[in-house]
């Protein structure tokens, strides 16, 4: 069972930044592809970004490209959401995700392990 606990949420104004953390309890935490989500109100939950276990690869979904970096520290069993450039259409509850898979991915279902969310608020 993989615990994951979410900090770094707040306000910020539009064009600020914002970086997330995730740390996971997991000590083979390099054994896990990691996610991060949102889920703005009634909207379905999506993928930010995700990375590989070894951080050598990445994914991004267009809306944040150029914005938003994932990175990993596997020996402080941690991954980060950098978010710069912020826009009031990034407010959401930002949640990470572990998944059993090597490289990235951005299919929900293959994430079995969920932490329990931070909110991002961005005004205009």
């Known amino acids: 069972q993989v615990q994951l606990v979410e900090s770094g949420g707040g306000l910020a104004q539009a064009g600020g930044s914002l970086r997330l953390s995730c740390a996971a309890s997991?000590?083979?935490?390099?054994?896990?592809?990691m996610g991060w989500f949102r889920q703005a109100p009634g909207k379905e939950r999506v993928v930010v970004a995700s990375i590989s276990r070894t951080g050598s690869n990445t994914y991004y979904t267009d809306s944040v490209k150029d914005r938003f970096t994932i990175s990993r520290a596997n020996a402080k069993s941690t991954v980060y959401l950098q978010m710069d450039s912020l826009k009031p259409e990034d407010t959401a509850v930002y949640y990470c995700?572990?998944?059993?898979?090597?490289?990235?991915?951005?299919?929900?279902?293959?994430?079995?392990?969920w932490g329990q969310g931070t909110q991002v608020t961005v005004s205009s």
């Open positions: 997991e000590r083979t935490f390099s054994s896990y592809a």
């Open positions: 995700a572990a998944s059993t898979t090597y490289g990235p991915t951005s299919y929900l279902r293959a994430y079995e392990w």
